[in-house]
């Protein structure tokens, strides 16, 4: 059996706007996250891909721009989901771009299934029921785009 939502501390995508405004009085700066190898970025943390549920296994995020107190309309976050593991199954207003970085998965949007390779773009509209999972042996990893302002995910039964 499979350990469930393994790695580091908890993180929230949603933070209220006295958060917001207190990242960015850290600075608004150009900042260069270099490439450490292996899929991480130098001063970029690896994070539980939520902070908290059951609904999926073995994915895990980092937040390479959006949590470091930069004013984009988007952030950009890489996730990995590890062989067998999946997102969970979810939908909401705001949209999706996922770009294959890492391996290979499948994207499950609405009852369609794609198969998303090394560098496959996927854009998943509003509104969208998906699931991002990986049924192959290595791990497969992806660069998502989001807005910086969304709803929070609902689960879908």
Same mark, same amino acid.
């Given at each position: ?20 405004? &207190?990242?960015?009085?850290? @600075?608004? +700066? %150009?900042?260069? #996250? *270099?490439?450490? !190898? &292996?899929?991480?970025?130098? @001063?970029? +943390? %690896?994070?539980? #891909? *939520?902070?908290? !549920? ?14 470091? !107190? ?14 067998? !593991? ?72």
């Amino acid at each position: 059996m499979k350990k469930k939502n393994k790695i580091t501390p908890p993180s929230c995508d949603w933070k209220t706007k006295s958060e917001r405004l &207190k990242k960015n009085k850290a @600075g608004n +700066k %150009t900042r260069l #996250y *270099k490439y450490k !190898g &292996k899929f991480s970025w130098k @001063g970029i +943390k %690896t994070e539980r #891909y *939520k902070s908290s !549920g059951n609904e999926w296994v073995e994915i895990v995020r980092q937040t390479l721009i959006g949590n470091h !107190g930069e004013t984009t309309r988007f952030h950009l976050r890489y996730f990995e989901i590890a062989p067998g !593991g999946y997102s969970s199954f979810e939908v909401h207003k705001h949209e999706h771009v996922v770009t294959g970085i890492r391996g290979k998965g499948v994207c499950v949007v609405k009852n369609q299934k794609y198969q998303v390779n090394f560098l496959d773009t996927l854009y998943i509209e509003p509104n969208a029921p998906h699931q991002l999972r990986n049924p192959f042996e290595e791990p497969f990893g992806f660069f998502c785009i989001v807005n910086a302002k969304r709803d929070t995910p609902k689960i879908v039964s």
